[in-house]
C-alpha cells in the first residue's frame, strides 16, 4: 500500500504562484512509481494536469498549464512537486497526486484510472 500526502495549497490572487509537494511517507519509495498531477473543479470531472515518468524523469503537462506549472520530481526526499505559476481563477480545484508503479508519463495521462491517490489539496485563485 502505498500513502500519499499533498501539501501546499491555498488561497492566491491571480497570476500568483505555489508550489505543492505529493509526499510518500514510510518505507515507500516513489522512484519505482510514475507520478502525476489531477485536479477537479466543482461540478467538472478529474482532468489531467501534469506526470513525470518513473525511470526516464521525462514530463507531459496539459495544455492549459504547460508555460505555467511544472511537475518534478526529487527521489531522495520521496517528494514530487507541481510549481505552479501565472495561476488563473480557473486553475481553481482540489488537486491530487497519484502514482502506478512502472509508468510512463504518457500512460499517467491516458490511463483512467490510477493505483494510488492522495487525499488532494484546495487550490483557489482568486481575480
Known amino acids: 500500500q502505498v500513502q500519499l500526502v499533498e501539501s501546499g495549497g491555498g488561497s492566491v490572487q491571480a497570476g500568483g504562484s505555489l508550489r505543492l509537494a505529493c509526499v510518500a511517507p514510510?518505507?515507500?519509495?516513489?522512484?519505482?512509481?510514475?507520478m502525476g498531477w489531477f485536479r477537479q473543479a466543482p461540478g467538472k470531472e478529474r482532468e489531467f494536469v501534469g506526470a513525470i515518468s518513473w525511470s526516464s524523469g521525462s514530463t507531459l503537462h496539459a495544455d492549459s498549464v504547460k508555460g505555467r506549472f511544472t511537475i518534478s520530481r526529487d527521489n531522495v526526499k520521496n517528494t514530487v512537486y507541481l510549481q505552479m505559476n501565472g495561476l488563473k481563477p480557473e486553475d481553481t480545484a482540489v488537486y491530487y497526486c497519484a502514482a502506478d508503479f512502472q509508468a510512463t508519463a504518457q500512460a499517467m495521462r491516458s490511463k483512467a484510472e490510477h493505483d494510488y491517490w492522495g487525499q488532494g489539496t484546495q487550490v483557489t485563485v482568486s481575480s
Open positions: 514510510g518505507r515507500t519509495f516513489i522512484r519505482g512509481y510514475g
